[in-house]
């Protein structure tokens, strides 16, 4: 068992989201200058969820992410050039450049991966909680997955496996109120809450834009997972900023108001939170500081070597027939 | 004369559909918004009740698209990306491709399934950059890959009115395509291939994006060599007939495939035409993704995986 980790602080949770924001910020400039290729699901909006979960484990605990994962493997402790590196598809990336934003992992860190398809995250958290209670440890697997997740048949078959075998697991649901187009109200039949409830998982919706009450909140659903009670879900109330993806900007959609945007933004989580007298500034400038060196970092990457591309398809480095005879 | 774009025209062959036959509906997720290109304006004009928005449960909505053609309908079905196809692979291959069957006949089971933005897509990575169109024809489901906005229009026209489960691939490599439409759209039939280039001393066989490398190719050796280009259009059922006739023509095989090289369609064309006893002058070549391609991230990897015009260009002059 390893020791539990000092609390952090509100500086340390503003330094987090600080970290967030602007690595999100940095990458959307980096993907309107063509360094990274695809795009991304901006975290912006949300970072009191990512570092309030974040701030309440353990550095053996684990996470499951998602599509918009950059927040959560921040703030698991990724180093954010290895993390800028991966999604500018650099050797020296998280994943080698393999992954790319949607399959950013860092095993060391108990990240798992994040993942490219909505709801795929949970049934594999608890695969890993299972595995931890059968090993005798007691880590905490914690999964993220947002309002759209709610509505695929895999994330309830893993509410239910999770309270039926006392799962350590944590299940987050990041609701931002839309699933891409879809706002959440015309997506999910009863309410968030009731979905857990229905499988006896204590359950509490949070103010996703305040990383105290995440990170409290988050504090006792761990406490709980354990000492072997179970699975917890948290809902938090939050907001994304920007675009369900960086294509949203080159397409016409109409789904939210400019007045529902800018009342959430009113409520940023960076400006609710108190970073204490004085510190903001210098937290600032620091993040500032990390960032550049990440984006030398990265940027001066290599790109992998196309003859390179069958490698780490299998583990046991099986080389699979080429494309054409050679 | 008016430029017809490949998204354009499978919108408006759905559109055309919709307004033909009250029967016809759409199920899909961000399809009123339109956001894959597939449905824009559809629900302002049918309705929310006919073009349907739905939560992320595509198990579900897949396998309710068969219930409303048991009782009568005709539903299309968009998915936005290749690989929930993997998702809802048992509500496709194990339901509603055996209904008929196993019904004795007594029901069919048409739905159309559209993936509009198959195969690799610059930056979406591993999860989202399949284009599992042999897999579908491994199992039987009638399965459609057009690759002009003429053939994507006429294909889903005929998809929709098909009795049977129907799954159409729009190549994310030809959505962009934009082509001269001359004469009136018409539905293509499901089973025929085209002749887009005719050549006397090689066949190349060629489906959705890869017909536009194949033609490029075609142009840059035609000084060399003369190349049939042979677009199947539907990889199930196949059009052995036109594959034939156009072997008996030139003797020579080359299939270029975006599926991976172990049981894709590659391998079973160059099967059926070896198994035949087609009489080929050279040994036939494939040009394909390798064995179990997971496409990594990073573009130039991305690439190294997949058909290349040079790869095609080596494997016909090697065919030569
Ligand atoms: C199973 C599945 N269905 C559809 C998609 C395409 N898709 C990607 S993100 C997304 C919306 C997800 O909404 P939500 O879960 O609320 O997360 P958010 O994007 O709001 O963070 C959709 C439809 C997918 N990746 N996986
Ligand atoms: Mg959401």
Redesign the pocket.
Known sequence: MSAPTASPGPAELYRGMRLIRVFEETALCLVKSGEIVGGI?PYIGQEAVAVGVCAALRADDQLTS???GHGHVLAKGADPGRMLAELAGRENGLNRGRGGSMHAADLSLGVLGAN?????GAPIAAGAAWAAVRQGLDRVVATF?????LN?GVLLESLNLAALWRLPVLFVC?N?G???TLPVEAGVAGSVLGRAAAFGIPAEAVDGMDVEAVRTATERAVARARSGAGPSFLECRTY?FEG?HTMERRVRVNYRTAEEVESWRRRDPLERCDPGAGQRAAIDREIDQLMAEAVEFALSGAHPDPAGALDHLYADGLRPRAGVLT | MTKLSYAKALNRALADELARDPAVCVFG??VGAGLSGLTPGLQARFGAHRVVDTP?S?QAFTSMALGAALAGLRPVVEF??PS?LF?VFEQIANQAHKTSLMTGGQSAAPVTYVVPGSGSRDGWAGQHSDHPYSLFAHVGVKTLLPATPADAYGLLVSAIRDPDPVVLFAPAGALGVREDVTTELVPVPIGSARIHRPGEDVTVVAAGHLVYDALAVAEELASEISVEVLDPRTVYPFDWAALSASIARTGRLVVVDDSNRMCGLGAEVIAAVVERGTPLRTAPRRVTRPDGAVLPFALGLDRALQPSREQLRQAVRAAM
């Open positions: 699901h998602t599509h918009r490219g398809i909505v709801g795929a997955f947002g309002d759209g997740a695929q990041e931002n839309y699933a891409t994304r369900h | 997720e961000d992320l595509e936005q990306i929930l998702l």
